[in-house]
């Protein structure tokens, strides 16, 4: 009965449960190292900011010599 159990996916999805715990556990240890290192979660918010800008400037330098011209 005991090799069936484990076939049966008693034993198994324990263990699978079990690896999704530590991962969860480092989840949050990851969730602290982005803060320590918030330079990874700087980098990723700046690129989208600095899109954004280089197209309203692009658009203000196309407008302000237009105009004076």
Wanted: net charge negative; no cysteine; charged share 25%.
């Amino acid at each position: 009965s005991p090799s069936p159990a484990r076939p049966g996916g008693e034993a198994p999805p324990p263990q699978e449960g079990a690896a999704p715990s530590p991962e969860g556990d480092q989840a949050p240890r990851n969730l602290e190292a982005p803060p320590e290192g918030s330079e990874r979660s700087v980098p990723a918010p700046q690129p989208e900011v600095i899109a954004p800008t280089p197209d309203a400037d692009t658009e203000r330098l196309r407008i302000q010599p237009g105009d004076g011209e």
